[in-house]
């Protein structure tokens, strides 16, 4: 069943749970009449079900919205698209919005990533920052926000931001390289803090009543992280498995994996600020030293 966040906005959540979505992934029904669908989720078929139910006989699905292609946001989106004729609104396909260096990396394959990518998600209709869509006479603002993806976007309207994976109160954003940038993620979160809207509705968990809050909290772990990070590299070069296990000492030993991928984007930003050095090409094993 749907829960109600308010006259305009209710929340299905998908049933997906796991270390990496907590409960689910949350599908946000916008409007009373005409519903825009705010990422409809996995390819499930109970959710999918569960949507139209929640939609009824007197409303109709007239958009559907994604804030990013990984494959417990988007998948569905394609399925429903075909059973309303609701065009599916994005930044771009999965490949899009990724800054140069995340390109190169990409293309040499000498970092890993793309873990759980929508490979094939192509939407019908492509968002640059900043465009508008129209919606029950209200508008919904398209804020890119790469960092957890190179394709995310929140969405804005009024007060409310469907903030999608980029921020999240049960946790911080993973960002994993090369569809994760920290550089970006810094960035979008910076963007965030000038924009108006201060109720958050994410992508998994509970809403954030003050996303600013938040954000600024995020930035700050982040730098905490970041000095963790260099703090290891002053005392023994290591590589990001290597510093993972160093300063990861009060995680579940399940999220070590994404600690790990997380660490890989400090230290390519690091790299890239010439703050440290790697010992040769970016690799996954290649071990890391402060630049004297």
């Known amino acids: 069943m749907a829960e109600t966040i308010n006259k305009n906005i209710r929340c299905l959540r998908a049933p997906n749970p796991s270390?990496?979505?907590?409960?689910?992934?949350?599908?946000?029904?916008?409007?009373?009449?005409?519903?825009?669908?705010i990422d409809p989720g996995p390819l499930n078929m109970a959710h999918l079900e569960a949507i139209f139910r929640a939609v009824g006989t007197t409303s109709f699905i007239t958009k559907i919205l994604i804030t990013h292609s990984h494959l417990d946001h988007s998948p569905l989106a394609r399925l429903l698209?075909?059973?309303?004729?609701?065009?599916?609104?994005?930044?771009?396909?999965?490949?899009?919005?990724?800054?140069?260096?995340?390109?190169?990396?990409?293309?040499?394959?000498?970092?890993?990533?793309?873990?759980?990518?929508?490979?094939?998600?192509?939407?019908?209709?492509?968002l640059k920052d900043g465009g508008i869509i129209l919606h029950e006479g209200e508008t919904i603002t398209a804020v890119w926000t790469p960092g957890h993806f190179g394709n995310h976007l929140a969405f804005g309207t009024g007060e409310t931001l469907f903030s999608g994976d980029h921020i999240m109160g049960w946790a911080s954003s993973m960002v994993s390289p090369p569809d994760g940038d920290l550089k970006a993620f810094r960035q979008s979160c910076q963007k965030l803090l000038g924009r108006p809207e201060v109720f958050y509705l994410p992508g998994h968990g509970d809403p954030i009543f003050d996303g600013h809050d938040r954000?600024?909290?995020?930035?700050?772990?982040?730098?905490?992280?970041?000095?963790?990070?260099?703090?290891?590299?002053?005392?023994?070069?290591?590589?990001?498995?290597?510093?993972?296990?160093?300063?990861?000492?009060?995680?579940?030993?399940?999220?070590?994996?994404?600690?790990?991928?997380n660490v890989i984007a400090h230290l390519i930003d690091l790299t890239e600020r010439k703050i440290i050095m790697p010992a040769g090409q970016v690799e996954l094993s290649t071990k890391y030293s402060l630049v004297l």
């Open 19 to 37: 270390p990496m979505t907590l409960n689910g992934t949350n599908t946000y029904l916008l409007g009373q009449k005409e519903i825009a669908i």
């Open 215 to 261: 954000v600024r909290w995020l930035l700050t772990h982040r730098k905490k992280r970041e000095n963790q990070i260099i703090n290891s590299l002053r005392k023994k070069t290591g590589s990001a498995a290597d510093i993972a296990e160093r300063i990861y000492t009060d995680v579940d030993q399940a999220l070590v994996p994404a600690a790990t991928r």
């Open 81 to 126: 698209s075909e059973k309303t004729s609701a065009p599916i609104f994005a930044f771009g396909d999965s490949f899009s919005g990724r800054s140069a260096t995340m390109v190169q990396l990409a293309q040499n394959g000498s970092v890993g990533g793309g873990e759980g990518v929508d490979l094939e998600f192509q939407p019908d209709v492509c």
